[in-house]
């Protein structure tokens, strides 16, 4: 199969009452079930707290019937399943307010908060989470203080946060950057803090270092609020926000609709051709809720909404294997 072919964006078809149009929501995969969490309609404010919950096989939506201790309405919220819980921390409100770290049993259908954010991590929003087999890891946001380039990581097994070294004045406390742990490293792309970013950081959990990471080939325009996931030892970018506009969150800057692979051990770049038909295209977007999915016996990125061009919500659903 030539690589046009192999390199094609899927819309996903989408049945019954599912999230509808909304940007700065989190999205996660727990074998066929693709779970959907927080977003904004309007800039900063939260729209609701249900549990959307996605068949891929029947490509329906339903809302989870969920118990327990739910996370208050909030945007700027990230989650990460590991096994077959999901971990949802931060995110806020239209009043400042912050989420702590919620787990979600799927088995279950059970919501538990596990670190209240007055106990546990500082509150936030528009940071980034990654996992591994039993630890949650949290980077930068945006905090009651500032933009932070802290680093920690939440052990599922211990049920404790672990605070790693910060990233140093090299990488700047940022919001909306990429995070991916491949094989024992955690990865920081991007971000903003006030300017779009293009520097690249890599934390190594067996030696407690940074480094600042120097790449070729079709390096990515500096970007913030965008997709990032692992693929094998690859990482697979796609859109995000490479010029912020006048209004700042108010507004849609430059959005992109690219997609790029970065090799972890030859550390070049390659942009990937898109062989998707015109007309069919995506829409450039940002802010918009993405993970790793297996459709039709293929893995890929599946993203759903964010911001359009026109500050529009995006309601679509797509899908592009890797």
């Known amino acids: 199969m030539s690589p046009v072919a192999e390199n094609k964006w899927v819309k996903v078809g989408q049945k019954g009452s599912g999230p509808g149009p909304r940007s700065s929501h989190a999205l996660t995969v727990v074998g066929d079930k693709v779970y959907c969490f927080g977003g904004e309609?309007?800039?900063?404010?939260?729209?609701?707290?249900?549990?959307?919950?996605?068949?891929?096989q029947t490509q329906e939506w339903s809302i989870a019937p969920a118990t327990g201790d739910a996370p208050f309405p909030c945007f700027g919220v990230s989650m990460v399943p590991i096994g077959t819980t999901i971990y949802v921390y931060g995110g806020r409100d239209d009043t400042r307010r912050y989420n702590g770290l919620y787990s979600y049993d799927t088995l279950r259908n059970k919501w538990e908060l596990l670190s209240p954010v007055e106990e546990g991590l500082p509150g936030r929003s528009y940071h980034s989470m990654a996992c591994d087999d039993r630890n949650?890891?949290?980077?930068?946001?945006?905090?009651?203080?500032?933009?932070?380039?802290?680093?920690?990581?939440?052990?599922?097994?211990?049920?404790?946060?672990?605070?790693?070294?910060?990233?140093?004045?090299?990488?700047?406390?940022?919001?909306?950057?990429?995070?991916?742990?491949?094989?024992?490293?955690?990865?920081?792309?991007?971000?903003?803090d006030g300017n779009k970013l293009g520097d690249i950081h890599c934390f190594d959990l067996g030696s407690g270092q940074w480094t600042t990471v120097e790449t070729t080939g079709d390096v990515p325009p500096a970007r913030s609020v965008f997709p990032a996931v692992r693929s094998g030892k690859q990482i697979v970018v796609y859109g995000g926000e490479e010029e912020p506009h006048e209004?700042?969150?108010?507004?849609?800057?430059?959005?992109?609709?690219?997609?790029?692979?970065?090799?972890?051990?030859?550390?070049?770049?390659?942009?990937?051709?898109?062989?998707?038909?015109?007309?069919?295209?995506?829409?450039?977007?940002?802010?918009?809720?993405?993970?790793?999915?297996?459709?039709?016996?293929?893995?890929?990125?599946?993203v759903h909404g964010g911001n359009s061009p026109t500050n529009e919500r995006l309601d679509d659903m797509v899908f592009r294997r890797f």
Do not use: Q
């Open 41 to 56: 309609l309007k800039p900063t404010i939260h729209i609701d707290n249900d549990l959307y919950v996605f068949d891929l």
């Open 247 to 302: 209004l700042m969150h108010m507004g849609a800057g430059k959005l992109s609709g690219e997609v790029y692979r970065l090799d972890t051990e030859t550390l070049v770049w390659e942009k990937v051709v898109d062989g998707t038909e015109e007309g069919k295209k995506p829409s450039p977007r940002g802010w918009c809720a993405f993970a790793v999915a297996v459709k039709d016996g293929e893995e890929g990125l599946l």
């Open 136 to 192: 949650v890891y949290v980077f930068g946001g945006v905090t009651a203080k500032g933009r932070v380039n802290t680093l920690h990581g939440y052990d599922v097994v211990g049920r404790k946060w672990v605070e790693y070294p910060a990233g140093g004045e090299a990488c700047k406390g940022r919001g909306g950057p990429g995070l991916v742990v491949v094989e024992g490293k955690v990865w920081v792309l991007f971000g903003f």
